[in-house]
């Protein structure tokens, strides 16, 4: 969550995640513009300027074979769970949606707002009221022109809209993405690479939320060195932060995971 940091960190988050959805879509052929002239003393994002007042930009103008399109990256955990419709839901600030549909008709350019949701485990306000024990996860998009499915005034100063996760397409899968990381990391100086999507351990860990766990991030690009990046950021915890020490010493993850449950069984 974003809510409690600085603009500096705030930026640094967002940049980050928008560098991840570049790479991604340069790995499947398209080239990227990205629109990086933050103004960081007044604390504005990248504007299209115009005579009838400026236009909020999308972060992102991917090209492929002749089709442009805007990309407006959200980077976020957890989905919100929709008690009414009894549905996963995610959304966008409605200042921000209007000001993207005007780039719309200015450009006649689609907007596609990229959701990248990290975080498999439920906000626990949520599963309090029944929601499934496991988050999806993954990059999602949808076309902004797509109607969205309820406005609130609730949140944030202008509302937010939302999308159901049903109509969102998923684009890519953690493990997808950060194997197009570490491919884009392969020739990077240091300073140049860009770091991995943290995997957060799954926790309520019954039978069927493991299977979809598993299922969507199967964990096949976690290697020693992403461990130890992961050790040294800090926000690992228990079972994980153990798993990452076995993995950065040069255990498999698999072997790392036996490893761990037959310690358990001996400590119990």
């Known amino acids: 969550m974003t809510a409690n940091r600085t603009f500096d960190e705030k930026l640094a988050y967002g940049k980050h995640k928008e560098h991840i959805i570049s790479i991604w879509k340069q790995s499947q052929g398209a080239v990227v513009l990205p629109a990086t002239d933050i103004e960081q003393h007044t604390g504005l994002g990248p504007r299209l300027l115009s005579g009838d007042g400026d236009i909020i930009s999308p972060d992102l103008l991917s090209f492929d074979d002749g089709v442009s399109i805007w990309l407006e990256v959200k980077g976020k955990e957890v989905f919100t769970w929709y008690r009414i419709l009894r549905e996963w839901q995610t959304g966008i600030d409605r200042h921000s949606y209007d000001h993207y549909k005007k780039a719309y008709r200015k450009s006649s350019i689609p907007v596609h707002i990229c959701f990248l949701h990290s975080n498999p485990n439920p906000w626990k306000g949520d599963l309090k009221y029944g929601c499934p024990k496991v988050c999806p996860i993954g990059y999602f998009s949808i076309d902004m022109l797509n ?10 100063r202008s509302g937010m809209v939302y999308w159901s ?43 069927d939320t ?19 990046e992961a050790l040294r950021n800090g926000t690992l915890a228990g079972y994980q932060k153990e798993r990452y020490k076995l993995i950065a ?11 761990l ?8």
Do not use: C
Not at 147 to 156: A, N, R, T
Not at 167 to 196: C, F, M, W
């Open 147 to 156: 109607p969205f499915e309820h406005y609130s005034e609730k949140h944030g």
């Open 165 to 207: 996760h049903s109509d969102l397409v998923l684009e890519a899968t953690i493990p997808q993405l950060n194997r197009a990381i570490s491919k884009y990391n392969g020739d990077k100086t240091a300073r140049d690479k860009v770091s991995h999507i943290i995997e957060y351990e799954v926790l309520q860990k019954d039978k």
């Open 210 to 228: 493991m299977s979809v766990a598993n299922s969507q991030d199967p964990m096949a690009w976690l290697t020693p060195e992403f461990a130890r």
């Open 249 to 259: 010493q040069g255990m498999s993850h698999s072997d790392a995971i036996d490893a």
């Open 261 to 268: 449950r037959k310690a358990n069984k001996e400590n119990k």
